[in-house]
């Protein structure tokens, strides 16, 4: 018979301890008709109130039930203890404050058993919720992010709800000590390839006062999401923030045009802010995108993985633009360099400032331009040949074993 682990961190939940307890008892019927036998662990993560004695009051009267204490290490940290602690091949968990229903583990147990390695209860997928409306809006934020930077829908990214198989701990971690390992988990199991699915749960008020900060913890969310895929696909951060600098710089630039084609021939102060404000855009989002084309091989010859896909899901490297940055850019500075030679020769045959400026920047844009480019080529002239290297050694190896 297989093992289903429970795990639950508590801190100062006394109110509501044991009933969380007695309600994922109540599903070992279920469970054992399914030929699942359950442990319960209860971490106790330093409560200063009755937590760790009512559990261990349950615990007595229950033998699947096992309390471990330990001293205060955070809510990722208790859940860690409880997944080296556990015996089970399949790992749950939930919060000890009754907002999540026990009696749906079974059928997250029937959704792993159809062929995935991770489940979420989802509280968002259209199950009654008792959920506040700002912690609503977070979740849907959160979610709608991860669901872009991951290119997989994902509709509750911090669910406290899951089950999974205990090998994905392998793939998973390192995870973080506090509230923010539910979206980690999240956001490495989707770069990690790992099979995931949701179920939808109904969500209640809690019982006890919320240790859930939103301003605090939503920001400690969002830099957990942003840099973990960061350390897997930068380019899917990067390369989407300077396609925005690149956008702004791209409309600034627009607008400008069909104010000429207009009839307008003189641009005042705003006009000015505006278009320094395009060639610092332009400036920022090409380098940006450069950076995380870059950063993308990086990662690779760091995990020693094949280079991953670029933004959106799309094949960035197998497709030729970055292996055109040299030339691109090459062109792209020779014109800067001739709009600036016109605009010096211009200013050699009497033309005041007032009438070449515009060349003048324009010509410093086309230069920096082209350089950002051309220095991005070299770079990931050198990570490509570094990234075949070991493949490229191999090859000559065998091929040194094969004798006339």
Same mark, same amino acid.
């Given at each position: 018979?297989?093992?289903?682990?429970?795990?639950?961190?508590?801190?100062?939940?006394?109110?509501?301890?044991?009933?969380? *307890?007695?309600?994922?008892?109540?599903?070992?019927?279920?469970?054992?008709?399914?030929?699942?036998?359950?442990?319960?662990?209860?971490?106790?993560?330093?409560?200063?109130?009755?937590?760790?004695?009512?559990?261990?009051?349950?615990?007595?009267?229950?033998?699947?039930?096992?309390?471990?204490?330990?001293?205060?290490?955070?809510?990722?940290?208790?859940?860690?203890?409880?997944?080296?602690?556990?015996?089970?091949?399949?790992?749950?968990?939930?919060?000890?404050?009754?907002?999540?229903?026990?009696?749906?583990? =079974?059928?997250?147990?029937?959704?792993?058993?159809?062929?995935?390695?991770?489940?979420?209860?989802?509280?968002?997928?259209?199950?009654?919720?008792?959920?506040?409306?700002?912690?609503?809006?977070?979740?849907?934020?959160?979610?709608?992010?991860?669901?872009?930077?991951?290119?997989?829908?994902?509709?509750?990214?911090?669910?406290?709800?899951?089950?999974?198989?205990?090998?994905?701990?392998?793939?998973?971690? =390192?995870?973080?000590?506090?509230?923010?390992?539910?979206?980690?988990?999240?956001?490495?199991? *989707?770069?990690?390839?790992?099979?995931?699915?949701?179920?939808?749960?109904?969500?209640?008020?809690?019982?006890?006062?919320?240790?859930?900060?939103?301003?605090?913890?939503?920001?400690?969310?969002?830099?957990?999401?942003?840099?973990?895929?960061?350390?897997?696909?930068?380019?899917?951060?990067?390369?989407?923030?300077?396609? *925005?600098?690149?956008?702004?710089?791209?409309?600034?630039?627009?607008?400008?045009?069909?104010?000429?084609?207009?009839?307008?021939?003189?641009?005042?102060?705003?006009?000015?802010?505006?278009?320094?404000?395009?060639?610092?855009?332009?400036?920022?989002?090409?380098?940006?995108?450069?950076?995380?084309?870059?950063?993308?091989?990086?990662?690779?010859?760091?995990?020693?993985?094949?280079?991953?896909?670029?933004?959106?899901?799309?094949?960035?490297?197998?497709? =030729?633009?970055?292996?055109?940055?040299?030339?691109?850019?090459?062109?792209?500075?020779?014109?800067?360099?001739?709009?600036?030679?016109?605009?010096?020769?211009?200013?050699?045959?009497?033309?005041? *400032?007032?009438?070449?400026?515009?060349?003048?920047?324009?010509?410093?844009?086309?230069?920096?331009?082209?350089?950002?480019?051309?220095?991005?080529?070299?770079?990931?002239?050198?990570?490509?040949?570094?990234?075949?290297?070991?493949?490229?050694?191999?090859?000559?190896?065998?091929?040194?074993?094969?004798?006339?």
């Amino acid at each position: 018979m297989s093992i289903f682990s429970v795990v639950i961190p508590a801190y100062n939940e006394e109110k509501g301890i044991a009933q969380i *307890i007695q309600r994922v008892l109540a599903i070992q019927p279920e469970l054992k008709q399914a030929g699942i036998s359950l442990e319960v662990l209860v971490i106790d993560d330093g409560s200063r109130d009755r937590t760790a004695e009512i559990a261990c009051k349950m615990a007595e009267m229950n033998p699947e039930v096992r309390v471990i204490s330990q001293k205060n290490k955070g809510y990722g940290g208790a859940l860690k203890t409880g997944f080296a602690q556990a015996r089970g091949d399949v790992i749950g968990f939930l919060d000890a404050d009754g907002t999540y229903p026990p009696e749906y583990f =079974p059928q997250l147990i029937q959704e792993l058993n159809r062929g995935v390695d991770l489940v979420i209860g989802s509280r968002m997928a259209g199950a009654k919720s008792q959920m506040p409306v700002t912690r609503r809006v977070g979740n849907i934020f959160f979610a709608s992010l991860l669901s872009l930077l991951g290119w997989q829908r994902i509709t509750d990214s911090a669910s406290g709800m899951r089950v999974f198989r205990r090998e994905v701990l392998q793939q998973i971690y =390192p995870l973080p000590d506090g509230l923010n390992l539910t979206p980690v988990m999240s956001t490495r199991a *989707i770069h990690e390839q790992i099979k995931m699915s949701e179920v939808a749960i109904p969500y209640s008020e809690r019982v006890g006062r919320s240790k859930l900060s939103i301003f605090r913890d939503g920001w400690v969310f969002l830099e957990s999401i942003v840099w973990t895929v960061l350390a897997y696909n930068p380019v899917q951060v990067l390369g989407i923030a300077g396609l *925005i600098h690149l956008g702004l710089a791209a409309i600034i630039i627009a607008g400008l045009v069909v104010a000429r084609l207009s009839g307008i021939t003189t641009i005042g102060p705003w006009g000015v802010a505006a278009l320094f404000a395009a060639m610092i855009a332009a400036i920022i989002g090409i380098s940006l995108f450069a950076l995380g084309v870059a950063s993308n091989y990086l990662v690779s010859l760091f995990y020693r993985r094949p280079i991953r896909q670029g933004l959106f899901g799309a094949p960035i490297f197998k497709n =030729p633009l970055e292996n055109h940055f040299g030339w691109i850019g090459a062109v792209i500075l020779t014109l800067g360099l001739a709009l600036a030679a016109v605009s010096l020769v211009l200013g050699i045959q009497g033309w005041e *400032i007032a009438r070449i400026w515009l060349y003048l920047l324009g010509s410093t844009m086309g230069i920096l331009f082209g350089v950002q480019l051309m220095i991005y080529w070299l770079l990931l002239r050198v990570l490509r040949e570094l990234s075949k290297r070991d493949d490229l050694a191999a090859k000559d190896m065998n091929g040194s074993l094969i004798h006339p």
